[in-house]
């Protein structure tokens, strides 16, 4: 039978291992080109007639899926050093053993990016969703406005070009600014965007009133639906690796990060809010990864979020160093968020279990385990508890293992579904919102007070 793109790795992992042994597989490198195909890259000098060896059995172990022209390489051949110290590789394990993978992609690239660190003020939040209609945008809308009814500054990003929502939401038609996101994304390619169209880039949206301030960088802005036939254009282009001055490729991630710091770095806004595009696109991977960001990820209690979540958090998974057990700051920045939650607390509590269930099973948290000794309690009075002095506080397991924050719910209310609040002011409300939107603007509180 064919050998499949999901059976290939391990193939190659339990030839090598048997081959080479499981140091030697651990020390080199897998490469995996753009179309799919495997090589094992050595740390050590092969002789000939165990590369040629090994080679062979590998592209009859494989097939299609083996690398024609060098499918083993030894360290002192071409181009192996640079394999070897390329920093985008992760550490799997892969049937019981550790493998550094180097995964070349035509697209989909920033996916390999490690998490950034957490930003400097101002906070960002990132919205995402594996689809539309689980209410994100709106969940953004009503976290704008209740920053700004608090005097405070808010910048809001539309990064959905596909589906743009975010700029109409926020701004009638005749306050959107002359450029959006897109004619960003385009003209940085051609050259550096000066104070003049980063001006032209955002708009105040009325929804603030007298309180504070909400800016919006929309999709789209006035100069795309004044031509409307150059939008899909413009969109083939906007995802296109840039070339800087030094020679250098920046791709989507660097583009939105770079455009994102120059808001941040005005000192004009207290929070900015990043509205990502549904699905796992390559701008998804903008929001989640590279902007350094709290990350709301919304979904509904359906088989379809947890299909759709277990392919990111399993990809996540690989950038935490499986030969520890420490879990990377990052993870404290997601949130799964419950939308259109039930008021029934059972019902809400349940889909929280799926979701720590799925992190388990993803190996985005270590599932809980209980080392600690048994000790036997006197009878009473319970006071008389033993206690042991000498043991090191590190032994007692009193911190939570660091993994995603609790699972959050918005509340299902019809008022706010097919919201439009250009149109419905009223809802806007903290007495009319908090109802539903309580639990969730209660954790963006939490990281203005951190």
Known sequence: MAVRFDESLPILVEIIAQELGPAALSAGAVLRDM?????????????VSTVEKLSKQLREALGAYARSDRPVA??????????????????????????????????????????????????????????????????????????????????????????????????????LPEFGLIDALVENGLGTLDDTFMADLFAPSALAARHGRID??????????????????????????????????????????????????????????????????????????????????????EPQTFQGYSALFAHLARFIDPKTAARPEWLERITMVQ???????????????????????????????????????????????PWNDEVPDEELHLDEPVGPRPTIAVLDDERFRLFDPTRRRDLLSSDVYRSSFGQFLDRIAEVFSA
């Open 216 to 301: 919006v960088v929309p999709a789209f802005g006035q100069r795309s639906f004044r031509n409307p036939g150059d939008i899909l254009a413009k969109i083939a282009r906007a995802y296109a690796e840039d070339i800087r001055d030094d020679g250098t490729m920046a791709s989507i991630l660097d583009q939105v990060s770079e455009i994102v710091d120059h808001f941040a770095k005005t000192g004009n806004y207290h929070a900015i809010l990043i509205d990502a595009r549904a699905g796992l696109h390559e701008t998804t991977a903008t929001a989640v990864l590279g902007l350094g960001a709290e990350v709301f990820l919304f979904g509904l209690d």
């Open 74 to 175: 030894s360290a002192n051949d071409f181009g192996v050093a640079e394999v070897l110290a390329d920093r985008s590789s992760v550490t799997l394990i892969v049937s019981e053993h550790l493998v550094r993978l180097v995964d070349r992609r035509l697209v989909g690239a920033d996916w390999l990016r490690r998490p950034a660190p957490v930003s400097g003020p101002p906070p960002r939040f990132v919205f995402a969703s594996l689809k539309g209609g689980v209410g994100r945008s709106t969940a953004l809308s009503v976290a704008a406005a209740d920053i700004a009814s608090r005097g405070l500054r808010v910048l809001a990003i539309d990064l959905d070009m596909e589906a743009p929502g975010l700029g109409s939401m926020l701004l009638k038609q005749a306050e």
């Open 339 to 385: 939308g259109k939650a039930p008021a029934n607390a059972d019902v809400r509590l349940a889909f929280a279990e799926s979701c720590q269930s799925l992190y388990e099973h993803t190996g985005l948290v270590l599932a809980p385990t209980d080392t600690s000794p048994v000790v036997s309690l006197p009878a009473e009075p319970f006071g008389d508890v």
């Open 35 to 47: 179309s799919g195909r495997l090589a094992f890259f050595s740390s050590a000098t092969l002789d």
